[in-house]
Every structure is written in C-alpha cells, then in structure tokens.
C-alpha cells in the first residue's frame, strides 16, 4: 500500500517503534501493541522472526502489506514498514483492520465470480472435448462396421439369387432383416450426431406416400408374423399420395415408431392412421397416429423417453423399447419442421401422432413411350479399386454374368490403378475412401492431373464406409463424380454405375 493511501486513511492508527539492527525495541509509543524496551521485536509475532535476517541489509524502506498478528487478545491486520533514516532503523505498524476486513467480501466475491468464469469456460473446453471425441469415434465406428456389414449383406444378396429350399431361404430372410436393422442402428447413431452438429441434409424430392405406406405395412407383417398382433394400416383417400419432402427421413421415423410399438406390444393390436390436415392446392399437412395396446409408459417417465437410449422397464425385468430410435424420431421430426406427441398409461398402450407438412406434386403430362428397338450391347469397363480379397470375391461375384455389359478388372492400390489407366480404356473408376497407399482425394487430384483427356475426364464412383458429410464433401470437391454409402445392394450399385457411363 503507498504511503499516500496510507495518510489519507484517517481512520487508520500508526505505531512507530525504533529498533536496532538485531531487532531489539529501543522505544515505542505503544499505538497498536505494547512492545516494551529491551524486547525483541520477533515477540509480537513469529512473522517478525522471519525478518530479522533482514533488518541489518534495510538501506531506505522494506515493505509488508497485509500483515496478520492474530496472536493476541485482539487480533489485527496491519502493514508492516522498515524505515532507516538519519542511520536509526524504524518500524511503523499501520492499523488497517477495518479496512480489510470490509474490503474482504468484494475480493471473495470477486473470486467466486472469477472461479464461476474460469470454470464455465472450462466445461465448454470439456464439452468441446467431449463432442470431438464422440465424433471421431462415431466417425471410425461407422467406417469400420460398414465395410464388414457391405460384404454380409452382399454375400446373403448374392446367396439368395442361388437355388434355396424352403428352410434355407426362410433362415436367410431372417438374416437379411436383421442385417438391414443393424444398418438402420448405424444410421440412426450417425443421424444423431450429424443433428447435434447440424450438419443433416434434409431433401426435398418427389414421393409416392402410397408406396412408403405400403412397404412398411408388408414389412412388419413379415417381420412379426410370429406375435399375437393385429396390425392396421389406414390410409384416408384425401391424403395425397405424390408429395414432395423427404421420403427417406419420413420413412425413418415411421419404421422406428412402429419398431417400438412392435417391441412394446406382445398381444392385442397397433394401428397406423394417416389423414390429411390443411389441404390445400399447393400444401398439406399430413398427420400420422401410430397406436398400441402394449405396456405402455408410466406418467412420470413420458417426458424422457424421447432421450438418448433412455429404455423403460416393466417389473424389473429386461428393457424394452428403443430409446435410440425414440430419439432420432424427435430430431427427425424437429427437422422435417413437424411435431410428435405422445400419450400413454400403464397397461392401455401409447398413441403417438406425428404432424408434418408436405407440399403437393402437381399432375405431369403424360409423355409418349417409344418401345426399346433391338440393338448392340456394347461393353463397358469398370476398373475396381481394392486390396481386400473379401471385397474383391463379393465386387466379381456382382458382377459375374450381369446383364448390363459390364467387364470388371482389380487393381490394388492407386500407383497399380494409375499404371492399368495407362495402358487401358476404361468407362469407370470404384475406389474407397482410403486406400493402401494414398488417399482418395490424392488419387483422383493426379487421375484429374492426366493429359490424356480419356483418363482426366474418366467418372469416378468413391464406394465408402466413411459417411461422414466433410470426409465426402473432401473427395468431391477433389473431382469425385459421385459418393455410395455403405453397406449397398446390387441394385444401388449398379444404378450408380448406369447414371456414371450412359
């Protein structure tokens, strides 16, 4: 504290004691404590033994504010001055007790807002932590469960074109559906995360509800068969069928909510109800009521089952319902712009109603078909890039005897692709993300490179399991011609070849 602060301090009491260099108390006015002649000065307080050493090296001041002799009867906070002047060494105590003390609560309150500062910035950095290190690991998850999921569902694909009897393809039907749900989980895990990023791509592409209707009803008819169920589907004839939205969002969160009321129901009925909601010329809002008699959801809980893998329990036993798919229902439909509610009471089932808003496909001309005039197959070339020999055997097993002309060859990693390019003619190009030697954006950057214009323009297809938005914005932008997410059937493959090398 300056001296100037402390004359201003009126209320302040000064006690000036003069010592010798050793410490010894040579006279005192006793303002503040009473430190007889003779004494020592490391009396008062054990603070003051720890200064002696320096009292003899003091040439003009030696300052210590905040001082706290709480050894006597009434305790004080004093500043502590060492003065030399005129060769006579001085100790002047300044009583600022009051001071402190009434200053103490601003400096704690000071402290606390700071702690409360540094600590909210701290949970941020922790979130942000938190939300990388989910993101990669969803990230290298996806990646390394596609690839095997790919080759399982294509081998089964595959095996099902083969002669089966009937316990045969009845077991792969089963194995096929529960392929395809674990691919709806990784999609729905990988939806979650690209919503809290808001990185989803929502489309906006012309339907037919009829047929999204249609292929839900047949396919939880198949699936459940076996359940004491009675399952409706209805449909009121002043719903559109062509509309324009998202087809396959919509058809997510419709599979989910009736895969939880499947899962929730073991006997009695579950119904979907669709109708129309302000219709008008250009616009509709469609609404969907999913239905069941199941185990319904106890009053105090309805307001979570829409979180993260929350999962109810019915008398202790295993969980049932699907807090993942509840949960993609409610993102889902947050970003279709609709609504979900829910109803529900312990042994009367749950209702669910879904709200969305649609516009409406006005009628196109009918055109004129020209019948398909015989012709030459031409055939087309498809270089494949891959080292695996699983995903080799399943890429020439699709393409053994296709109808579509096309004529597969292998190369193992980029350079061996490169050197085929230039010795060869080809119409495609079908690599992965990564390959053994060089990324995808590397290879398609010198393919693009080239000067043969029959290898720079040649259509690139990147056949991946990484489906993250930024790891295929990266390849496209690097010159890829389009990105086909894995697992995928035949028949998406092929569509993909065909709308590359028509």
């Known amino acids: 504290m300056s001296d100037s ?23 005192s006015d006793d303002a503040i404590f009473a430190m007889p002649e003779g004494s020592s000065v490391g009396e008062l307080h054990p603070f003051f033994e720890g200064v002696l050493p320096l009292l003899s090296a003091v040439k003009d001041t030696l300052n210590f504010p905040c001082v706290n002799i709480d050894n006597h009867e009434v305790p004080k906070i004093v500043d502590v001055d060492f003065m030399r002047k005129d060769n006579k060494l001085y100790l002047l105590l300044f009583d600022f007790t009051e001071h402190y003390e009434a200053s103490q609560p601003l400096v704690q309150e000071k402290n606390v807002a700071s702690i409360a500062k540094n600590k909210l910035a701290f949970e941020k ?3 942000e932590a938190k939300e990388e290190f989910k993101n990669g690991f969803l990230a290298n998850l996806n990646h390394e469960i596609r690839n095997p999921l790919n080759n399982l569902l294509g081998f089964m694909e595959l095996l099902k074109e083969t002669k089966l009897d009937y316990d045969q393809n009845e077991t792969l039907k ?3 559906r529960t392929g395809t749900h674990l691919k709806i989980l990784m999609d729905d895990m990988l939806d979650i995360s690209k919503i809290e990023r808001g990185v989803l791509d929502i489309k906006n592409v012309n339907f037919n509800l009829g047929h999204i209707v249609n292929n839900l009803h047949n396919h939880f008819q198949l699936k459940y068969h076996d ?3 009675q399952f409706n589907v209805t449909l009121d004839n002043k719903v559109p069928k ?3 939205g998202d087809p396959a969002r919509l058809n997510q969160i419709m599979f989910n909510l009736l895969e939880n009321a499947f899962r929730n129901t073991e006997d009695g009925h579950i119904s979907m109800y ?6 008008t010329k250009k616009h509709c809002k469609v609404q969907f009521v999913i239905s069941d008699s199941g185990a319904g959801v106890p009053e105090n809980e309805l307001d979570h089952i829409f979180d993260s ?27 279709l712009n609709g609504t979900v509610k829910v109803t529900s009471a312990v042994g009367m089932g749950s209702v669910f109603t879904c709200v969305y808003p649609f516009e409406i496909r006005p009628e196109g001309r009918k055109t004129k078909t020209v019948p398909k005039g015989s012709g030459i197959l031409l055939s087309k070339r498809i270089l494949v890039i891959e080292d695996e020999t699983t995903n080799q055997m399943l890429m020439m097993k699709m393409f053994l005897n296709n109808d579509k002309g096309y004529i597969l060859e292998m190369a193992l990693n980029g350079e ?9 003619r080809y119409n495609l190009v079908v690599l992965k993300s990564v390959l053994t030697d060089m990324k995808a954006e590397v290879f398609i950057e010198k393919l693009r490179s080239s000067e043969a214009e029959s290898i720079a323009g040649l259509p690139v297809l990147i056949a991946s399991g990484s489906t993250f938005k930024a790891q295929q914005e990266a390849v496209l932008k690097a010159g890829a011609s389009a990105f086909l997410p894995k697992p995928y059937t035949k028949n998406e493959l092929f569509k993909s070849i065909e709308q590359l090398i028509r």
């Open 174 to 176: 089963v194995m096929q």
């Open 309 to 335: 893998y929350f999962q109810l329990k019915v008398n202790k036993l295993k969980p049932i319902g699907e807090g993942l798919g509840l949960k993609i229902v409610k993102d889902l439909t947050e970003s």
């Open 5 to 27: 602060l402390k004359i201003n301090l009126l209320n302040s009491r000064i006690q000036e004691v003069e010592i010798d260099d050793s410490g010894k108390v040579l006279s």
């Open 416 to 424: 061996h692709a490169l050197d085929l390019l230039q010795s060869n």
């Open 242 to 244: 062509k509309l324009i």
């Open 227 to 229: 359940k004491q169920v």
């Open 274 to 279: 669709i109708k129309a909601l302000e219709k």
């Open 125 to 127: 950095q922790l979130l």
